[in-house]
């Protein structure tokens, strides 16, 4: 089946540190990816589309200065986070559809065990 | 994308069968059912998906009403390692999902 990696899965830096997150289809190329973050006890918040050579696109009150994504080859997203604080603390998780199954609109999404952010 | 209101928490018995209901009202005739799973500190796991026919894989059923505005995902024997945060989504054409606040379902011996 379809697999999603991400690296690390955990991770502990001081405020002001940059952190990059890997988001990797392991058995499929994917032309899109996404980015999420979860809060304790929330739901998960869509952060950013990441479309493979080309700009990402960021969901409304996210700052694509704070939140870099490249998406550089098919299998290969990243999301820096650029001068964390203490508030970046959370859990982000990426996804990729896989276009092997279903057409357009019929092609689930699978996710990575996602990446724990933690900044003292 | 159509909004989803589940349950926001259930109990099953081990071995019995899950019955997690789902409405989704205002759905359009693109958008599918989709259900994932989220197990505790983890990335959500892809359930099933269906459109207006009934859907079954190895993990699950997926049973959607024929007019489209409710579903309801079975699991047919619960195992402790089914409990989970249980999400019912539609989506359209494009590719986002959007999660609401699922189901806690809390699998018990």
């Known amino acids: 089946g379809a697999v999603v990696s991400q690296h690390p899965s955990w991770v502990i830096c001081k405020s002001g540190t940059s952190v990059k997150i890997e988001c990797r289809s392991l058995d499929f190329q994917a032309t899109t990816m996404f980015w999420y973050r979860q809060f304790p006890k929330q739901s998960l918040m869509l952060m950013a589309t990441s479309n493979e050579g080309s700009k990402a696109t960021y969901e409304q009150g996210v700052e694509k200065d704070k939140f870099l994504i490249n998406h550089a080859s098919l299998t290969l997203s990243t999301l820096t986070v650029t001068s964390a604080h203490p508030e970046d603390s959370s859990f982000y998780i990426c996804?990729?559809?896989?276009?092997?199954?279903?057409?357009?609109?019929?092609?689930?999404?699978?996710f990575g065990d996602g990446t724990r952010l933690s900044i003292l | 994308d159509a909004k989803t209101t589940q349950p926001p928490s259930m109990d099953c018995a081990e071995g019995r069968a899950a019955n997690l209901p789902c409405n989704h009202s205002t759905i359009s005739g693109n958008e599918y059912v989709y259900w994932y799973r989220q197990i505790h500190s983890q990335g959500p796991q892809y359930i099933i998906h269906g459109l207006k026919n009934n859907e079954t894989n190895e993990m699950a059923s997926l049973i959607i009403t024929e007019d489209r505005k409710s579903s309801t995902l079975i699991l047919p024997h619960a195992t402790l390692r089914d409990t989970a945060v249980y999400y019912c989504i539609v989506r359209g054409a494009g590719n986002m999902l959007t999660f609401g606040g699922g189901t806690r379902l809390m699998v018990k011996p």
């Open positions: 996804s990729a559809r896989d276009p092997r199954t279903g057409g357009y609109s019929n092609q689930p999404q699978h």
